[in-house]
C-alpha cells in the first residue's frame, strides 16, 4: 500500500508564502508523474501543477509566475512553493502519484490533503 503524506499548508495573508510538500511512503519500483491539485469549497477540483520524473513541469496558467513545483526522486517527495499568495488560492491542496508497482499495471494515488487559507 503505498501512502502519499501531505504537509506545510496553513493560515498566510494575502502576498505571503507557504511551501507544500508530500512524501510518498510504501513498496513499489517507481514513481513516474506527481502533482499537486487544489479543492476549493464548492468547486471541482483543479490541476495546479505536475511533474515528470525528469523534471518537465506544467503549471496551470493561474499560478504561473508564483508557484514552482519540484521533486526528489530519492526521497519519493514532491515540493510546491507557493509565492505571492491570493484569496483565491484558498483550498484544499492534493497530492497525487503515479505508482510503478513491481508487478502489475501503473496506478494513480492521492493525498488527503492539506488546508492552504489566504487571508488577512
Known amino acids: 500500500q503505498v501512502q502519499l503524506v501531505e504537509s506545510g499548508g496553513g493560515l498566510v495573508q494575502p502576498g505571503g508564502s507557504l511551501k507544500l510538500s508530500c512524501a510518498a511512503s510504501g513498496s513499489f519500483f517507481r514513481i513516474d508523474n506527481m502533482g499537486w491539485y487544489r479543492q476549493a469549497p464548492g468547486k471541482q477540483r483543479e490541476l495546479v501543477a505536475t511533474i515528470t520524473r525528469g523534471g518537465a513541469t506544467d503549471l496551470a496558467d493561474s499560478v504561473k509566475g508564483r508557484f514552482t513545483i519540484s521533486r526528489d526522486n530519492a526521497k519519493n517527495c514532491v515540493y510546491l512553493q507557493m509565492n505571492s499568495l491570493k484569496p483565491e488560492d484558498t483550498a484544499v491542496y492534493l497530492c497525487?502519484?503515479?505508482?510503478?508497482?513491481?508487478?502489475?499495471?501503473?496506478?494513480?494515488?492521492w493525498g488527503q490533503g492539506t488546508q492552504v487559507t489566504v487571508s488577512t
Open positions: 497525487s502519484a503515479q505508482i510503478v508497482p513491481f508487478g502489475g499495471s501503473d496506478y494513480d494515488t
